[in-house]
Each structure stands twice: as structure tokens, then as C-alpha cells.
């Protein structure tokens, strides 16, 4: 039998969050140090910086050199490929970003392509076809996100079965249907998996501009979420080489959290600093909390 904790790659979309602040990282830690720092407690973790610009290498050299020997990386596309470009004649730009990541080597699990809401069949399925074209499946691993319903066809997913991409997939259900299963289209298209828990975007802001709440604690219980992912993972052990689950701090408010607990599900020992543990709010999931407290 598969054994979770070598096949399953769980972690948080980006590592630096001023709310993990006297949450996650002691008071005094500055920012470099945040990094070596996460990955004593998380297996993985989604570079979410990449999204807004290619980085330098030596950059990229110090992330692997912070992190221990079996640390793993997934890295966001930028979006002036994604969403800039649509991946029109931005063969160069990929190219340079692709070639950024090497200092990673084996650290290096996957790139994730996120479109946006706007791209869309109609518009843009020529230049999708184009664009796989021209990456290097085989030396490198990719994953695509569609937030477009009408990408959800079975021949969509049959296109990126051919060139060896995987469909990945994500949980964005609102607040309101937060104690049910995200029921999507979910085909496996590649030999690994990529799963992305968003959870509902619209927290984030409100109407005038103003951030809605502090990511530093759990907001919001997604049970019946966690036990649905739990169990297509599980499903999926024996047929995939790696699966990554990167989880969102608008999922339950404090993703450190929730990768514990949907870890728990899936048999995967995760212990976080003892800041976090006290990151649940009062009244919820507190026999949870006051376990782990007794595992200190």
C-alpha cells in the first residue's frame, strides 16, 4: 500500500504572510528566515511571487538552499503569460521563466498555468494548443487551472491528457455552501495530481476597498470540503506518481491549520509550532485543538 507521506505533498499557497505573525513565525523572525522556518513544519509549498514577476536566479538558489533535502516547490506562471499575454507570442518569457526555476533541481515538483475567469474557449483554445506545444513535458512537470466552466469538456481534458498535462483541481465554493462537497468537473489527465483549496475569493475585500479579515486563525469550518478532498485523494494513491495540495488561507482562514487537519484525514502526521495550535477561534474544532496542545 501507498504510503501518504511520501506520495502526498501538502503545503500553503506562499509561505509570507504578516498575519502569521505571533501565529506561525515568533514576533522576531524577519522575513528571511521565514522560509527555513515553514519548512520545518510543511512538506511543500506554492511560490506565489512567480505570479507577479520572473524571479533571479540567485534568488531561486536561495530558496533551495534554505530548505531541507526533500522540501518541494510548486511554482505559479506569471500572469503577464497567463493573463497579459493569453500565452500569445510570449515564447521568451516562458523560456525565461522556465529556465529561473533550475536553481531548484529536484526541489522542483510542479508549474502551475492559472488562467483567469476571462479566458475562454472561444477566444482563446488556438493559442491554449499552441502554447502546449511548446512546453517541455517530460522535463519538467505542469498543471493547468481553468476558471472558465465552459473549459469543463471532455475534450479539453482529452488535449491535455495527450501532452501529458495535468487538469488541476480547485475548490472556490462560497461561505455559503461551505459545508458541502466541491461536486466539479474533476478528470485525471496527467500521472499526478494537483489540488488547489481556494475557498471563497470574495472574503478577501469588501465593497469599499477594505480587507474583510485577518488570516490568522480559523474563520470558518470546512468539514464536509475536507472529508470530500480527503477521499478522492485517498482514491487516487495507488494510480498517481505525487500528489500536491496546496491550500489557501481563504479556505478556513488560516491554511497552516487546515493543512493539519485535512491531514489528519489523510494519515499524515503534521505538527505545527505551538503558536498555531492556538489559532482555532474558541468554540470551534476545540477538542481538536486541545489534543494537539498534549502532544507538546
Not at 26 to 46: F, K, N, R
Not at 240 to 263: A, D, W
Request: charged share 25%; glycine share 8%.
Amino acid at each position: 500500500m501507498d504510503d501518504p507521506s511520501e506520495k502526498i505533498k501538502l503545503g500553503t499557497c506562499a509561505w509570507n504572510f504578516e498575519d502569521w505573525r505571533d501565529v506561525f513565525y515568533p514576533a522576531g523572525l524577519d522575513s528571511t528566515g521565514q522560509l527555513p522556518y515553514y519548512a520545518q513544519y510543511l512538506p511543500a509549498v506554492e511560490i506565489d511571487s512567480t505570479f507577479y514577476h520572473i524571479p533571479a536566479l540567485k534568488v531561486v538558489a536561495g530558496w533551495a538552499d534554505r530548505t531541507p533535502d526533500d522540501f518541494v516547490f510548486t511554482a505559479k506562471m506569471p500572469r503577464e503569460i497567463t493573463h497579459d499575454a493569453r500565452l500569445r507570442n510570449c515564447r521568451p518569457q516562458l523560456n525565461a521563466f522556465l529556465g529561473s526555476l533550475r536553481p531548484l533541481g529536484t526541489k522542483l515538483g510542479a508549474v502551475l498555468i492559472q488562467f483567469s475567469p476571462y479566458f475562454k474557449p472561444d477566444t482563446d483554445e488556438e493559442a491554449l494548443r499552441e502554447f502546449l506545444d511548446w512546453l517541455p513535458v517530460g522535463r519538467m512537470s505542469f498543471a493547468v487551472e481553468f476558471r472558465h466552466a465552459d473549459w469543463h469538456r471532455p475534450a479539453v481534458a482529452r488535449l491535455l491528457a495527450e501532452h501529458g498535462i495535468t487538469w488541476a483541481w480547485n475548490d472556490l465554493s462560497p461561505l455559503e455552501a461551505q459545508n458541502k462537497g466541491a461536486f466539479e468537473f474533476l478528470p485525471l489527465t496527467g500521472d499526478f495530481l494537483y489540488v488547489r483549496l481556494m475557498g471563497d475569493l470574495d472574503t478577501k475585500f469588501r465593497a469599499d476597498g477594505e480587507r474583510q479579515f485577518r488570516y490568522g486563525s480559523l474563520l470558518w469550518s470546512r468539514e464536509s470540503g475536507m472529508e470530500f478532498w480527503a477521499q478522492r485523494i485517498a482514491k487516487h494513491l495507488g494510480d498517481t506518481k505525487r500528489i500536491y495540495v496546496m491550500v489557501n488561507n481563504h479556505y478556513e482562514g488560516f491554511s497552516p491549520l487546515t493543512c493539519q487537519r485535512l491531514g489528519r484525514l489523510l494519515g499524515l502526521d503534521i505538527r505545527l509550532p505551538s503558536l498555531a495550535l492556538h489559532a482555532a477561534k474558541p468554540g470551534q474544532v476545540g477538542a481538536e485543538r486541545d489534543e494537539q496542545l498534549e502532544l507538546l
